[in-house]
Structure formats: structure tokens, C-alpha cells
């Protein structure tokens, strides 16, 4: 199947007309995966016979499997349009998606929607790791790229678990910082919030973060109103993902989710996530 047709349509109509059958979903699902060279999920053997079934036989483990192995898609009892619709949407409102809708959209239970999103947040979450750190005194959690602290007196012991030595951190000014001792400071190249370049540009604007936040709250208590501490970060990686693909078409950011569809998460995995 063609891939290129996906930076053309611009409603969810659009995907419907060109996923019509469970089978073009796979289709396509195999050409992102294996690019017309199918390879055994279990063994990596590229020899792989295709059956008439549509599924596959791997002739080193002799072991059959489907194009839905080894990805977000595994052992699911869901249309394949269900997945590719539910995808679509996410990434493409610009304040998210909750799971009751999801669930009177699709007609399932909230449980199942709430599963379904879940598992689709953690592939938005960019897995290039950074070692620039922006310290924000702001509200609960731990991410990637960002440090949150809960209080100014938990600062200490935040940054020793989260912060990488050698990493550079961009702190406030206010005093909880700059009771930093100065060992953390060398060890972590803590910097002023506005350095310069020599051309005179800054090297990091914190207005860009405190944007960052402010989106996060509208999508929060906009769409969302609630949600757990523990799947706090998971709302962050969506977040984070509609920042950075602001200015790609629909068909674009639904083909980068399809670029990390090879990863299995299992129910456990998603009711209890580790950041």
C-alpha cells in the first residue's frame, strides 16, 4: 500500500475511505514495520513465508505469527481502524482527547478508551534523551527534559535522582535555587536562565517553557479535569509531542506515531507505568 496519499487527507472521514478493511489497516501497518521485508518478531529471521491466512511462518523458530506481534497492537480484540481512528485523533486535537468521549465516539466502555489512550501516549514520548534540564517550581511530577519539583525544599534531592551529572540545569532565580551548595553547582553546571551567546541571542528562552506549561494546563483542566499522579507524565509526553509536530500537516504526525508502533505494553504496564 502507497503511504504517501496520508499527507493529503485532513479529516478523520478521509482515514475512514482509505482504511475501509481490516485487512488495508494491515497492509499498511506491515509496510511501516518491515518496508516490504517481513522479519520473525520473535527470532529476527528476515526468511519469513507469507500464508494465505495473511499471517506469517518464520522458517529458522518455525514459529507463526501476524503482523500485530511485537507491537501496541499485539493479542488486541479491536479493529485495526479502531487503533488507526483513536491515534488520529489524539494526536491531532490541539488539547487532547478524553476517554469518555472516546468512549460515546466508538461506543465501548471508558475503561477500554482509557486503555487504548494510555497506551498511545507512550508512544508519543520522544525517546532522545537530553541532558539540558529546565527547573520549573510549578506543580507534581518528573519527566523527561523538565524537572518539576513539588516544593522548593524537595529541590535537593530531585535534582540528585532525576539529573544527570554533567548535565546542564537553567534554574530560577528565586532563593530555593540559589541555595544550591556550590559542589551541586559545579557538578551539574547550573546556569543563569538567560546566558548569551556572543552574537547576543540567548541560548535559552524560558518563555518558550512557561508556554510549554501554560498549553499543559488548558489541556489539563480543559479536557482532562482529572488525572492520577502516576500517569501525570504520560499527559506531559502528549503535550510535549503536539508542541513539537505544531507545524506538520495531519498524515505526518500520524505516520511518526507509526515509526514507534514496535513496542508491546501490557495491561499492568499502563495501570502502573514507570516515568
Given amino acids: ?8 487527507f485532513k479529516s478523520l472521514q478521509a482515514l475512514e475511505k482509505c482504511f475501509r478493511t481490516q485487512k488495508m489497516c494491515e497492509e499498511f501497518l506491515a ?3 518491515w518496508s516490504g521485508r517481513p522479519k ?9 513465508y507469507s500464508r494465505k491466512t495473511g499471517r506469517y511462518l518464520c522458517s529458522e523458530c518455525k514459529r507463526s505469527f501476524s503482523v500485530l506481534v511485537g507491537t501496541i497492537f499485539q493479542n488486541t480484540k479491536l479493529p485495526l481502524l479502531t487503533w488507526f481512528k483513536a491515534i488520529y485523533m489524539i494526536v491531532n486535537a490541539k488539547q487532547g ?12 466502555t471508558q475503561k477500554t478508551a482509557w486503555y487504548i489512550l494510555h497506551k498511545i501516549r507512550l508512544l508519543l514520548r520522544d525517546s532522545e534523551d537530553s541532558q539540558d534540564f529546565e ?6 511530577g518528573e519527566l523527561p ?4 519539583t513539588m516544593s522548593p525544599s524537595r529541590i535537593h534531592s530531585k535534582i540528585a535522582k532525576y539529573v544527570l551529572p554533567g548535565s546542564r540545569l537553567f534554574e530560577d532565580t528565586i532563593i530555593c535555587y540559589q541555595s544550591l551548595l556550590d559542589s551541586e553547582r559545579k557538578e551539574y553546571g547550573v546556569e543563569d536562565p538567560y546566558p548569551l551567546h556572543q552574537d547576543g541571542k540567548n541560548v535559552h528562552d524560558r518563555r518558550i517553557v512557561d508556554f510549554f ?11 482532562y479535569h482529572f488525572f492520577s499522579v502516576l500517569h501525570f507524565h504520560q499527559y506531559v509526553y502528549e503535550a510535549m509531542f503536539r508542541k513539537q509536530c505544531v507545524k506538520l500537516c495531519n498524515g505526518e504526525r500520524f505516520q511518526i506515531v507509526f515509526r514507534r508502533i514496535e513496542q508491546v505494553y501490557t495491561y499492568g504496564m499502563i495501570k502502573s507505568p514507570k516515568p
Fill in 145 to 148: 527534559k523538565t524537572l518539576l
Fill in 40 to 48: 520473525c518478531p520473535y527470532c529476527g529471521c528476515e526468511k519469513v
Fill in 135 to 140: 527547573s520549573q517550581n510549578d506543580t507534581i
Fill in 97 to 108: 482527547i478524553s476517554s469518555s468521549q472516546l468512549s460515546v465516539l466508538f461506543g465501548m
Fill in 213 to 223: 506549561w501554560i498549553q499543559l494546563k488548558r489541556m489539563v483542566m480543559g479536557v
Fill in 31 to 33: 509496510e511501516k514495520r
Fill in 1 to 8: 500500500m502507497k503511504t504517501n496519499f496520508l499527507n493529503q
